[in-house]
């Protein structure tokens, strides 16, 4: 069974960067298939799309945060990582990393989520 | 804002049938079968229920379908077991600056 867990900071500073890894068990980060992805959910809100990678390396970033993302693949480890730059107290939010398929492109495993927040 | 709307909320009683609307655009939904649908109970990761519009992952109940016509796709719940009480999102693939999207939620409700 695929399994997916966030691992990182639970507090970071305003300015600061949020920084976030994947670990994905019980199957490959290197199929062909999938991408994977960050989504995140500040509190009470809805889900918001933050980018995607496939194992080659290739990305997909949310143009509102491109300028601040940064996602990478270490195929050696199964894991891939979140990096977000210059964070606010907007940027508080529970990050989920997820696999998507790529031909229906449903993202149809999810780690449970890590809560960060942004604070002094 | 959202670039899919869905309404705030509905809500039916056990064994009604809901439907929560996706609207889109002719440059998502209206345009490419690639919308999926996702519920998330309180406290927990969203699953996928629906992908390429009425598609079932294995173990998701046949009570969950999916339709599109036009900018609009629907998930429709028949037989509705308080179990269902979540939030449900839809997603879908777009050619415009963002690949893909989310709604904004709907709140089910199992009175």
């Known amino acids: 069974q695929l399994q997916l867990q966030e691992s990182g900071p639970g507090l970071v500073k305003p300015s600061e960067t949020l920084s976030l890894t994947c670990t994905v068990s019980?199957?490959?980060?290197?199929?062909?298939?999938?991408?994977w992805g960050w989504i995140r959910q500040p509190p009470g809100k809805g889900l918001e799309w933050i980018g995607s990678?496939?194992?080659?390396?290739?990305?997909y970033y949310n143009p509102s945060l491109k300028s601040r993302v940064t996602i990478s693949v270490d195929t050696s480890k199964n894991q891939f990582s979140l990096k977000l730059s210059s964070v606010t107290a907007a940027d508080t939010a529970v990050y989920y990393c997820a696999r998507q398929d790529r031909r229906s492109y449903g993202h149809d495993y999810w780690g449970q989520g890590t809560l960060v927040t942004v604070s002094s | 804002q959202s670039a899919l709307t869905q309404p705030p909320s509905v809500s039916g009683s056990p064994g009604q049938s809901v439907t929560i609307s996706c609207t889109g655009t002719s440059s998502d939904v209206g345009s490419y079968n690639r919308v999926s649908w996702y519920q998330q109970p309180p406290g927990t990761a969203p699953k996928l229920m629906i992908y390429?519009?009425?598609n079932r992952p294995s173990g998701v109940p046949d009570r969950f379908s999916g339709s599109k016509s036009g900018n609009t796709a629907s998930l429709t719940i028949s037989g509705l077991q308080a179990e269902d009480e979540a939030d449900y999102y839809c997603?879908?693939?777009?050619?415009?600056?963002?690949?893909?999207?989310f709604g904004g939620g709907t709140k089910l409700t199992v009175l």
């Open positions: 019980g199957g490959s980060i290197s199929s062909s298939s999938y991408y």
């Open positions: 997603s879908s693939y777009t050619s415009s600056s963002t690949p893909w999207v």
């Open positions: 990678i496939y194992y080659s390396g290739s990305t």
């Open positions: 390429e519009v009425s």
